[in-house]
């Protein structure tokens, strides 16, 4: 295991509605990456936090925001939910002091929109 | 043009046999790294395997090995001795320098299915 969090497991959602999911780092990790992966698709890239500010975005819209906290602990919110935002949601966290810097990901979140 | 391409979507292997899962990248950036995850169906990526652009040896990772071939902008994963548990999607990533500072995205390939057949 990771020691990479994420909550909730699954949701079910309405189109229009809003929601949080929330991912928690790996201890001595200080960056956390989002990503989307639809069925059958590979992960693209949401957006990553590093010392609790946006540090990239991939080609998603505002809609599509994200908050880090002190403890590196960080949060996906998606307003005015689509459904082609039905998808599994991964949080990866890393650190910017390891040479490779490799992602290592959470559970996912699985979300629903009807 | 696709940053990773992986042009097998699904594999068979005999249990014990090796399989040698195909990925081709295309970057200009001169320093990058390429990884290799796997995708139980339960969806938790888990890290296998990284190699470094300026790396001169193959990284190798207990049964996983990654063969490089940098002219060839070529990754390929071999995994040795086939367990019934390597039955999964196969991802191969890239991470290029972004511009911004700490920011180093991974671009995805869309996958290979391992089916371990005892």
């Known amino acids: 295991e990771t020691g990479v969090t994420q909550s909730p497991t699954h949701l079910i959602k309405t189109r229009g509605q809003q929601v949080t999911l929330r991912c928690s780092s790996q201890?001595?990790?200080?960056?956390v990456s989002w990503y989307q992966q639809a069925l059958g698709q590979g992960p693209q890239f949401i957006f990553q936090y590093y010392r609790e500010e946006e540090n990239g975005r991939g080609n998603f819209p505002p809609r599509f925001s994200g908050l880090q906290f002190p403890n590196y602990s960080s949060e996906l919110n998606v307003n005015a939910l689509e459904l082609d935002d039905s998808a599994l949601y991964l949080c990866?966290?890393?650190?910017?002091?390891?040479?490779?810097?490799?992602?290592?990901f959470g559970p996912g979140t699985r979300l629903l929109v009807l | 043009a696709q940053k990773i391409t992986q042009t097998q979507p699904g594999m068979f292997v005999q249990e014990k046999e090796a399989v040698t899962l195909d990925c081709t990248y295309d970057t200009s950036d001169p320093s990058y790294g390429l990884f290799w995850y796997k995708q139980p169906s339960s969806g938790e990526m888990i890290f296998l395997i990284y190699q470094g652009s300026y790396d001169q040896q193959n990284a190798t990772e207990g049964r996983y090995s990654l063969n490089f071939q940098k002219a060839r902008k070529s990754a390929n994963l071999v995994i040795s001795a086939s367990q019934l548990g390597d039955s999964a999607m196969y991802f191969c990533?890239?991470?290029?320098?972004?511009?911004?500072?700490?920011?180093?995205?991974?671009?995805f390939g869309k996958g290979t299915k391992l089916s371990v057949i005892p």
């Open positions: 201890s001595g990790h200080n960056t």
């Open positions: 990533a890239m991470r290029e320098t972004y511009s911004g500072a700490g920011s180093y995205q991974l671009t």
């Open positions: 990866a966290s890393s650190s910017a002091t390891e040479v490779q810097e490799t992602q290592y």
